[in-house]
């Protein structure tokens, strides 16, 4: 099975395409930055007629969109999937998506709710919605709406916000998280493995993939600071608007064999 990682330089991308190498699938990665990956195929997702030919050269039996975009994620849903989903016909496309919503329990058919300009990441997140809408459109799709990602890859790089606490711990600087702002989490590992077995799976539709215990942000800082033994003094809680957004992940026991583990239990 042929499977064309689209972002395979990021940090979920270059997981799975870590984790499909060692399996020893035939796997294409494409980057649009250079990277110290020089098996990875350099790819602007905008030059559209080079990313069509990269498709139809390459022949995948699985595309997987990695790609994340804060500022032109609405440019990609507009002149870029358009085009693409003309080529992908038949083929499974497995899209990396984003929470879609505000609001506690989130199911797969939770109303997405597009954000107005003063919304943070606005671009980003409705961009992703736009996507979604023609993805379901094709007739062999899975929309993967992960938690936020977390840990450390098989690469031995570190996700973001690990690193920006990280920061804050040898400046010794306060780190201010609110107890009242609840999401969802998963390890990038766990991620990646779940979306390798939607590879060969036959599902078609949206689903949830996170641990089963939403977190607030100040607790999950604290949970990062006990596994990875560092001193979490610098994490001062507080209160702000309140934001609840986590996931259902009903449909996902139902439907996949990959056991997502627990920062909580680390």
Same mark, same amino acid.
């Given at each position: 099975?042929?499977?064309?990682?689209?972002?395979?330089?990021?940090?979920?991308?270059?997981?799975?395409?870590?984790?499909?190498?060692?399996?020893?699938?035939?796997?294409? !990665?494409?980057?649009?930055?250079?990277?110290?990956?020089?098996?990875?195929?350099?790819?602007?997702?905008?030059?559209?007629?080079?990313?069509?030919?990269?498709?139809?050269?390459?022949?995948?039996?699985?595309?997987?969109?990695?790609?994340?975009?804060?500022?032109?994620?609405?440019?990609?849903?507009?002149?870029?999937?358009?085009?693409?989903?003309?080529?992908? !016909?038949?083929?499974?496309?497995?899209?990396?998506?984003?929470?879609?919503?505000?609001?506690?329990?989130?199911?797969?058919?939770?109303?997405?709710?597009?954000?107005?300009?003063?919304?943070?990441?606005?671009?980003?997140?409705?961009?992703?919605?736009?996507?979604?809408?023609?993805?379901?459109?094709?007739?062999?799709?899975?929309?993967?709406?992960?938690?936020?990602?977390?840990?450390?890859?098989?690469?031995?790089?570190?996700?973001?916000?690990?690193?920006?606490?990280?920061?804050?711990?040898?400046?010794?600087?306060?780190?201010?998280?609110?107890?009242?702002?609840?999401?969802?989490?998963?390890?990038?590992?766990?991620?990646?493995?779940?979306?390798?077995?939607?590879?060969?799976?036959?599902?078609?539709?949206?689903?949830?993939?996170?641990?089963?215990?939403?977190?607030?942000?100040?607790?999950?800082?604290?949970?990062?600071?006990?596994?990875?033994?560092?001193?979490?003094?610098?994490?001062?809680?507080?209160?702000?608007?309140?934001?609840?957004?986590?996931?259902?992940?009903?449909?996902?026991?139902?439907?996949?064999?990959?056991?997502?583990?627990?920062?909580?239990?680390?």
């Amino acid at each position: 099975m042929k499977t064309l990682i689209l972002g395979a330089s990021g940090f979920l991308g270059g997981t799975i395409y870590f984790k499909l190498k060692n399996l020893g699938n035939d796997v294409l !990665g494409t980057c649009n930055k250079n990277t110290n990956n020089t098996n990875l195929i350099k790819q602007d997702v905008f030059d559209v007629d080079s990313l069509l030919h990269l498709v139809n050269s390459y022949k995948p039996d699985v595309i997987i969109w990695s790609i994340m975009n804060h500022e032109q994620e609405e440019e990609i849903a507009e002149n870029v999937m358009p085009i693409l989903y003309e080529a992908i !016909g038949d083929i499974r496309f497995i899209f990396i998506s984003t929470s879609v919503a505000y609001e506690p329990n989130m199911s797969e058919d939770v109303k997405p709710l597009l954000r107005d300009e003063t919304s943070y990441n606005h671009h980003y997140f409705n961009g992703k919605i736009k996507s979604e809408q023609n993805i379901k459109k094709l007739p062999n799709y899975c929309i993967v709406r992960p938690g936020s990602i977390y840990g450390i890859n098989p690469l031995e790089i570190m996700d973001n916000r690990s690193l920006i606490l990280k920061e804050h711990i040898e400046s010794n600087e306060e780190y201010v998280r609110a107890t009242n702002i609840i999401f969802s989490i998963v390890n990038v590992n766990d991620l990646a493995d779940a979306i390798i077995e939607l590879i060969s799976n036959n599902y078609s539709g949206i689903i949830n993939i996170s641990e089963d215990e939403p977190i607030s942000h100040y607790a999950f800082n604290r949970a990062l600071c006990k596994m990875y033994g560092w001193d979490d003094s610098c994490i001062v809680p507080n209160i702000e608007k309140e934001n609840i957004y986590y996931l259902n992940n009903s449909l996902r026991k139902t439907i996949l064999k990959t056991k997502i583990g627990s920062l909580i239990e680390a």
